[in-house]
C-alpha cells in the first residue's frame, strides 16, 4: 500500500527556515516524479516544488531563490529545504508522488503544517 509520510512542519519566525522530509514507502520510488505542494484554507492547493525521476526539478514562482527540493532514492525520501520563509508561506505542505507513465496513478501525504510568524 502506497503511503507518503510528511515530518518537518512546525512554527518558524519570518526570516526563518524548515527543512521538511517526506518519506514513500510501498511505492517503487524511482518510478515516481515527487512534489510538494501547499494549501491555504478555503484556496486551491498549488504546486511549491517539483523533482522529475531525472532529478530536473520545478518550482512555484513564490519558492524559486529560497527553497530547494531534493530527493534521495536510496532512502525513498524527498525533502523540501526551505529558507527565509515568510508569513504568506504558511500553509499546510503536501507531499505527492506521480507515477511517470502512469497519469493516474499519485498519491498525496497527509499534509503537515507550516506556520510563519511576522
Known amino acids: 500500500q502506497v503511503h507518503l509520510e510528511e515530518s518537518g512542519g512546525g512554527l518558524v519566525h519570518s526570516g526563518g527556515s524548515l527543512n521538511l522530509s517526506c518519506e514513500a514507502t510501498?511505492?517503487?520510488?524511482?518510478?515516481?516524479?515527487m512534489g510538494w505542494y501547499r494549501q491555504i484554507p478555503g484556496k486551491e492547493r498549488d504546486l511549491v516544488a517539483r523533482?522529475?525521476?531525472?532529478?530536473?526539478?520545478v518550482y512555484a514562482d513564490f519558492a524559486e531563490g529560497r527553497f530547494s527540493i531534493t530527493r534521495d532514492v536510496a532512502k525513498n525520501m524527498v525533502y523540501l529545504e526551505m529558507n527565509d520563509l515568510k508569513p504568506e508561506d504558511t500553509a499546510v505542505y503536501f507531499c505527492n508522488a506521480l507515477h511517470a507513465r502512469k497519469v493516474n496513478d499519485h498519491t498525496w501525504g497527509q499534509g503537515i503544517q507550516v506556520t510563519v510568524s511576522s
Open positions: 510501498g511505492i517503487s520510488f524511482r518510478l515516481y516524479h
Open positions: 523533482i522529475g525521476i531525472g532529478g530536473d526539478r
